[in-house]
């Protein structure tokens, strides 16, 4: 298949523009990943690739076979004697805090006499071998007294089973809007989960340390908070654990807190036995064992005119939180927080119910909540459409966020002012682009002419908020040292898990001190060099990581240039550094030199930085604040042809337009859009998580599971970034592309929706469930076809 993919890197003259002075070095670029040619050499090491000390162990991890259960018995004796065993670990051999919830503490490590999913950690073998550790384990006798089990977020809500206290966010008076609106839908809607589906899974490597210390090895999004775990489960100080994590077979949030679980019993068992001890899952195990992108179930009512202007909205949101909390709290939180998406609802009424379920305790997952938040809207706006004969388009632009004040609709309904605003422009910019109005017209009139084969076409906005939801984790750190030698060596508390944050602080460092990006290396992330760390998470690895790098690397160029015009003349503030020279007072000399000279006067050639993002704050009780940073922008069209006998389908081109602000690395952002497109197309379309009526996961593997491949990449594939700057003073006018251009493919669902519409002349609104599988597009057609009178 020719997949022809297009971006800023084809037309150099697209490039953003950088407003960059004449010292611009690095930023801007389309540099290469730092790691990318140890990525296809198979140099680059991941946890699982580093070299075992002599005498390390391999630990693996007995499951509960039941979903909500008392531990009657646990009979081990074979699981002992099974060959090469070494220990069996249960929850009263842990010596600290049996727990690895990150937020409530209501997360054992081992269970201890309750077990609350099927894959519930209940005991740990530690044998001589992966292999013989993993055969011991199924040797365990566990007796159970089996209890009743929720499965579902409908059947959460319906038994007042949560994890946390329903949470509701308020403006206006929604009821009476509802009241007095010409229109009114009221309805449900079914949005699946979806499995992180890292390449390289879940691992920690514990090795003791002299004097009661501890190096862990892992594979984490966030190392000060498994730094954390582990001491407390060891009953020790923070100071006695060092974390290391060099980089991840990708994490999508599925090792934010997740990989505490790993972590925290590898170390156990390494403090126990006094060994270095290797805890990797296997795949099965990874994915029966971890939680997932949270499923909801809502219930709406919405108020709309003739124009199809959104007059008031009634919603609750139910998610399968899973057994224990985790971060469904601020999961919910994002959720009620992007329902607004990119339009003013001035009435409002978002309720947000975390269910507690005898499944796997949901996690963070790409867009964290924003994506469940957002469908919800945009499902709606759909059918409004269809209500009203109108192109869907069109009552997306008129519900739009107003461009300034003088319009008064750019206040979200947690009060944030939209002061950003592109969605107008963007939106017209793909719409010309793309051709999408002469597209749709085009699907109609195929789809008038073929009876079972139906083209969709659809085009959806993106407005998402940029920061952690608890703005405490809206801080960084870094180091930067530059060596008499001109090299320079960058560490910071961001993880690499192939996003390339990495490159991205790097060209911010060259950039800063004026050399070239071959000067600089990133190390390992390591709780030892920055400490209280947040984790990678909520798209703002670069946004924060970039600023404290950017801190450290502009104190060590501000000394530089005060030695420089010290001995050369000038002021300090006309020293420019550029090129891998310094200019000084009208004389240039090479970096390395000046380097070299400043260490000869003791001039230190080191730093730390900081960096804290401002006006952000949150009540919690009321959901009102300024919870964002600033906010990012996209749109995309897709268009589908459905095979409405079988349900099959095809995606024949995608286009999208993101804003990245002042792109870091173009090429990196034009991936991480491409990727979270196929990444979120798969979550609304193939990914379908399915457990048994016993609580059973039964989608737990590949061949059970499953995510896009090549062949589902649609042939013409064109993603551009929006030509744009940062109004918010982010990393060199920046913007993220982690998280947000998760939202594209809603294009891909709402096309599948429109083709499955023209089954009944686009009269019936489809009840189509994601993820939109080949069964969901046939139960969605038969009910049009039953609507429609057969």
Known sequence: ??????????????????????????????????????????????????????????????????????????????????????????????????????????????????????????????????????????????????????????????????????????????????????????????????????????????????????????????????????????????????????????????????????????????????????????????????????????????????????????IEMVSRAGYSADLSGPVATRAVCHFDNAYYLSDVDIRALCGKTNTQSNTAFRGFGGPQGAIAIEYLIDDIARELGRDPLDIRKANFYGRNDAEGRNVTPYGQKVEDNVIHELVAELESSSAYRERRQATRAFNAASPVLKKGIAITPVKFGIAFN????????????????????????????????????????????????????????????????????????????????????????????????????????????????VHVNGEVHPFVEIVAQAYLARVQLWSDGFYATPDLHWDSKTMTGHPFSYYAYGAAVAEVLVDTLTGEWKLLQADGLYDAGNSLNPAIDIGQVEGAFIQGMGWLTTEELWWNSAGKLMTHAPSTYKIPAVSDCPEAFSMKLFKNSNVTDSIHRSKATGEPPLLLPFSVFFAIRDAVASVADYRVNPALRAPATGEAILDAVDAVRAAFGG
């Open 470 to 581: 608890v703005s405490h984790l809206n801080q960084a750190g870094a180091l930067v040292h530059v060596y008499v030698d001109g090299s320079v060596l960058v560490n910071h508390g961001g993880t690499e898990m192939g996003q390339g944050l990495n490159t991205k602080v790097m060209q911010v460092v060259a950039h800063e001190l004026g050399v070239s990006l071959d000067r600089v290396r990133a190390t390992a992330t390591d709780t030892s060099k920055i400490a209280n760390t947040s984790a990678t998470a909520a798209s703002t690895g670069a946004d924060l990581n970039g600023k404290a790098a950017q801190n450290a690397a502009r104190q060590v160029r501000e000394r530089l240039a005060l030695y420089a015009s010290t001995r050369y003349g000038g002021a300090p503030e006309d020293v420019r550094f550029a090129g891998d020279r």
């Open 1 to 314: 298949m020719n997949i022809q993919t297009e971006s800023f890197l084809a037309d150099p003259d697209k490039s953003v523009d950088l407003n960059a002075s004449p010292d611009w070095a690095a930023v801007g670029k389309p540099s290469p990943h730092e790691s990318a040619v140890l990525h296809v050499s198979g140099e680059a090491n991941y946890t699982d690739d580093l070299p075992e000390l002599q005498g390390t162990l391999h630990a693996a991890l007995g499951l509960s076979q039941k979903a909500h259960a008392n531990v009657r018995a646990m009979d081990l004796d074979r699981v002992r004697s099974a060959p090469g065993v070494v220990a069996v670990l249960t929850a009263k051999d842990i010596p600290g805090l049996n727990d690895c919830g990150p937020i409530i503490h209501d997360d054992p490590i081992l269970a201890d006499g309750l077990v609350q999913y099927v894959g519930q950690p209940l005991f740990m073998v530690v044998a001589d071998s992966h292999d013989n550790a993993r055969r011991a384990v199924r040797a365990a006798q566990v007796d159970y007294e089996e209890l009743p089990a929720i499965l579902t977020p409908e059947a959460a809500r319906d038994a007042q089973s949560f994890v946390l206290p329903p949470m509701q966010l308020r403006r206006g008076d929604a009821q009476a809007a509802l009241a007095a609106a010409p229109h009114v839908l009221r309805g449900t809607l079914n949005v699946g989960g979806q499995e992180q589906f890292y390449l390289e899974g879940q691992v920690a490597y514990a090795i003791p340390q002299e004097d009661r210390g501890m190096l862990v090895q892992c594979s984490t999004q966030h190392p000060s908070e498994m730094l954390h775990v582990v001491a407390h489960a060891l009953g020790w100080s923070s100071h006695q654990v060092r974390v290391e994590c060099r980089r991840m077979g990708g994490g999508f949030g599925g090792k934010e807190s997740q990989s505490a679980l790993w972590a925290a019993a590898a170390a156990i068992a390494a403090a126990r036995l006094k060994r270095p001890v290797k805890l990797r899952a296997d795949r099965d195990d990874d994915m029966i064992v971890t939680g997932k992108r949270h499923c909801f179930f809502y219930e709406y009512e919405l108020g709309y005119d003739d124009d199809g202007r959104i007059l008031g909205a009634k």
